[in-house]
T-cell receptor
Framework: SQELEQSPQSLIVQEGKNLTINCTSS?????LYWYKQKYGEGLIFLMM?????EEKSHEKITAKLDEKKQQSSLHITASQPSHAGIYLC???????????FGGGTRVLVKP | DAGVTQSPTHLIKTRGQQVTLRCSPK?????VSWYQQALGQGPQFIFQ???????QRGNFPDRFSGHQFPNYSSELNVNALLLGDSALYLC????????????FGDGTRLSIL
């Protein structure tokens, strides 16, 4: 079965600093999804990546999928307190298929 | 445009009891998936419903069952509750067969005493 590992498990950054979260798969990724979760709440969809080498940006968040489609990174530029939360990567094997998630990365932004 | 809604938001049960959780998908979506998220972990896939049938199932015992109604809403039933069933139960909806992200509700927090 496919497994996703996220690193780091948690990080604390000073407001205004950049941060990067990695998601590594044991198998080639078909589709890779990034979600954000506030503690105890639902998941908010951030970005979806499908093609090797693909890169997407939304506001201050950029996600990339490497050429071999086995690793993705999420980068936040000039972090703000609103970026605090748990970031989860998820992957599926085919369109509409179940998602397998990593363990999550807990981000705290210090003002 | 209403998103995915789940009820109830919180629930407390005792061991051995049975529970039913409910989910209404995002408008226009026809596929509903259920996930269990234990504290400090990523969500684990339970099962997925499409056209009122269970299409996929994760590694969960038969105590976990579900149903999808003609209006695409769904229920998750858990029988003979165990302490280990305490978790956040998340419902996600999507449009079947298309490469679109799943949209999640805020979840039901289930506590077993």
């Amino acid at each position: 079965s496919q497994e996703l590992e996220q690193s780091p498990q948690s990080l604390i950054v000073q407001e205004g600093k950049n941060l990067t979260i990695n998601c590594t798969s044991s198998k080639t990724l078909y589709g890779l999804y990034w979600y954000k979760q506030k503690y105890g709440e639902g998941l908010i969809f951030l970005m979806m990546l499908q093609k090797g080498g693909e890169e997407k940006s939304h506001e201050k968040i950029t996600a990339k999928l490497d050429e071999k489609k086995q690793q993705s990174s999420l980068h936040i530029t000039a972090s703000q307190p609103s970026h605090a939360g748990i970031y989860l990567c998820g992957a599926d094997k085919a369109a509409g298929n179940k998602l397998t998630f990593g363990g999550g990365t807990r981000v705290l932004v210090k003002p | 445009d209403a998103g995915v809604t789940q009820s109830p938001t919180h629930l407390i049960k005792t061991r051995g009891q049975q529970v039913t959780l409910r989910c209404s998908p995002k408008s226009g979506h026809d596929t509903v998936s259920w996930y269990q998220q234990a504290l400090g972990q990523g969500p684990q896939f339970i099962f997925q419903y499409y056209e009122e049938e269970e299409r996929q199932r994760g590694n969960f015992p038969d105590r976990f069952s579900g149903h999808q109604f003609p209006n695409y809403s769904s229920e998750l039933n858990v029988n003979a509750l165990l302490l280990g069933d305490s978790a956040l139960y998340l419902c996600a909806s999507s449009l079947g067969g298309l490469k679109q992200p799943q949209h999640f509700g805020d979840g039901t927090r289930l506590s077993i005493l």
